[in-house]
Nanobody
Framework: QVQLVESGGGLVQAGGSLRLSCAAS????????MGWFRQAPGKERDFVAFINWSGVTYYANSVKGRFTISRDNAKNTVYLQMNSLKPEDTAVYYCAEYSRGSSFLSRSYDFWGQGTQVTVSS
């Protein structure tokens, strides 16, 4: 089964940028659809962004215009470029491999990374 390892989280000032990476191994990454989710303390895990095998993307309204999901199939890696960060973006961010169903729902994804903490100070 696929293994996902995330990196790039950290503490940043509001208005700053971070790029999260998710390295995949053990699967057919080039033909997989991938998503990013986030979960803040005491809140549900929310959809952030999705990218399919051909590069079609979807974004949560809360991050449109600020976040960009991309992939580098040669490196088996999915990225989440986060710009103009806000304190409300503070959460643990997870990447996941899409399986079936609505791409906006966490239950549509079979394999998950360990998560990486993003903290945005005000």
């Amino acid at each position: 089964q696929v293994q996902l390892v995330e990196s790039g989280g950290g503490l940043v000032q509001a208005g700053g940028s971070l790029r999260l990476s998710c390295a995949a191994s053990g699967g057919t990454f080039s033909s997989s659809a991938m998503g990013w989710f986030r979960q803040a303390p005491g809140k549900e895990r929310d959809f952030v962004a999705f990218i399919n095998w051909s590069g079609v993307t979807y974004y949560a309204n809360s991050v449109k215009g600020r976040f960009t999901i991309s992939r580098d199939n040669a490196k088996n890696t999915v990225y989440l470029q986060m710009n103009s960060l806000k304190p409300e973006d503070t959460a643990v961010y997870y990447c996941a491999e899409y399986s079936r169903g609505s791409s906006f729902l966490s239950r549509s994804y079979d394999f998950w990374g360990q998560g990486t903490q993003v903290t945005v100070s005000s």
